[in-house]
């Protein structure tokens, strides 16, 4: 069930609202180099996402019939955490529907600790496969 979320409620939307401007003063007297123009378009858009005032559709539930507004969104690849989640949510379906095999799948991650003293970083074949063999239960 769609439930509309409030960005004002946000405690990131809240902060970036209240400093955005005091962040760009400081940036125009010094305090850093200036901002490219895409990052103050991802500021614009993340406060204006979600925000009715700023658009919305005006949709119905196809099995009940029930009216929703539903706000228009920045769609931005930056930080909002509206749209990232979204994107996520988009990739993964996209990965178990068109991409991966519909069979049971294993997810393998190995690690090491960080190597010190004479020879640190490289990997001896004896090492290599010790830690294949103990990956694969060989």
Known sequence: ????????????????RENLATFYAAIEEGWQTGLPQFVRAEFAGYLDCSVMQRGFAHLACE???????????CAGRGF???????????????????VLPAQPLRQWATGAAKPRGAGAGRVGPSELALRLACAFGV
């Open 80 to 98: 909002c955490p509206t749209c990232l989640g979204r994107r996520m949510n988009q990739t993964t379906h996209n990965l178990l529907a068109h």
């Open 1 to 16: 069930m769609y439930e509309r979320h409030d960005p004002f409620a946000q405690a990131l939307h809240q902060v970036v």
């Open 63 to 73: 099995d009940c019939g029930l009216p929703r507004l539903v706000a228009f969104t």
